[in-house]
């Protein structure tokens, strides 16, 4: 199954950063810290002009305190990149944003000279809550759902700081399927765009894999971790469902309940700390992604001459992961 979700909105977005982004000095980018390659936008470097770039992980509190490094690392060894963990609640840390920019802009300050700062982010990742952190008060509608944020917003951090807040944006066509399923995971995909029992075997096949005494603590199966791990996801979500009591008349159960209750439990952190991707795994996706949408392309391309319409021009595999 392809997810793929990008309505009229992110449209609009698009062609709102393309414009805006003549003005700006730093990009900063809102991760999901459970999903921190998987929640980066890769066209948002074609539609910046590859600005300085600040990476934020946010709810770096329900992440896996292992794996975290790894990707601040790991963004941090690429060009005009500063990584930086948060949480978007937390006040104290999220000051530092500002001082990080001042970093990857440094000729930019005072009054002559204001620093100016998009903010950006896949939909359901906690930008609206750190920008109300941020100014300290409640300038951008929070929620629980991707696609709350509708329009741009520009907001004053400081007398010298302009903090321009755009719509949460995914891309035309994600070509990484295992980012497809993170990102339906964690909320950043529109209900409508994906199958939630599909999603939740996915997701129970990364979390069989790492995570294991999580799901035993969760859901009291009666198993040690490794019988846990061997199990089939599909016999794996029917034993969850039973346990948490979404079982219909003549004691079937109801997989998609089961479905949402696991969903759930991972968007709210009740499973515990996960991240579901490391750095090495998201590299090793990402090309094997790209070659096969290669062949696509190169399919695309020949069927297109054997019309005699020419070889054909790439339509959406330079925007996706």
């Avoid at 294991?212 to 016999?235: G, S, V």
């Amino acid at each position: 199954m392809a997810i793929q979700w990008f309505p009229g909105h992110m449209h609009l977005t698009k062609k709102a950063i393309a414009e805006r982004i003549k003005d700006i000095d730093v990009v900063i980018e809102v991760l999901d810290a459970r999903l921190p390659g998987s929640s980066s936008n890769p066209l948002l470097a074609e539609l910046t002009g590859h600005r300085p770039t600040l990476k934020v992980l946010n709810k770096q509190d329900v992440a896996d305190p292992a794996r975290t490094p790894l990707w601040v690392d790991w963004y941090n060894a690429q060009s005009d990149t500063r990584a930086v963990p948060l949480d978007a609640s937390d006040p104290a840390p999220a000051r530092k944003l500002i001082d990080a920019c001042h970093l990857l802009a440094p000729q930019r300050g005072g009054m002559a000279k204001p620093m100016r700062v998009l903010i950006c982010g896949v939909p359901n990742v906690g930008k609206s809550t750190l920008i109300n952190t941020l100014s300290n008060k409640r300038q951008a509608k929070t929620g629980d759902e991707a696609g709350i944020t509708k329009i741009e917003q520009r907001i004053t951090l400081a007398d010298d700081f302009y903090l321009w807040d755009t719509p949460g944006m995914l891309w035309p066509r994600i070509v990484v399927p295992e980012s497809g399923y993170h990102l339906a995971a964690s909320g950043a995909v529109g209900k409508n765009a994906y199958d939630e029992e599909l999603v939740a075997l996915e997701l129970l096949r990364r979390l069989q894999a790492h995570y294991a005494p999580l799901l035993e603590a969760r859901y009291k199966l009666a198993l040690p971790p490794d019988a846990i791990a061997a199990m089939p996801d599909d016999a794996l979500l029917e034993a969850i469902g039973r346990k948490r009591g979404a079982v219909m008349a003549g004691g079937r159960v109801n997989v998609q309940k089961a479905a949402e209750i696991v969903l759930t439990d991972f968007r709210s952190a009740i499973l515990g700390r996960i991240t579901l991707e490391t750095p090495a795994e998201f590299t090793a996706w990402l090309a094997a992604g790209q070659a096969e949408d290669a062949k696509r392309q190169a399919r695309k391309d020949a069927r297109a001459k054997a019309r005699g319409k020419g070889s054909g021009v790439r339509d959406g595999a330079a925007e996706g992961h």
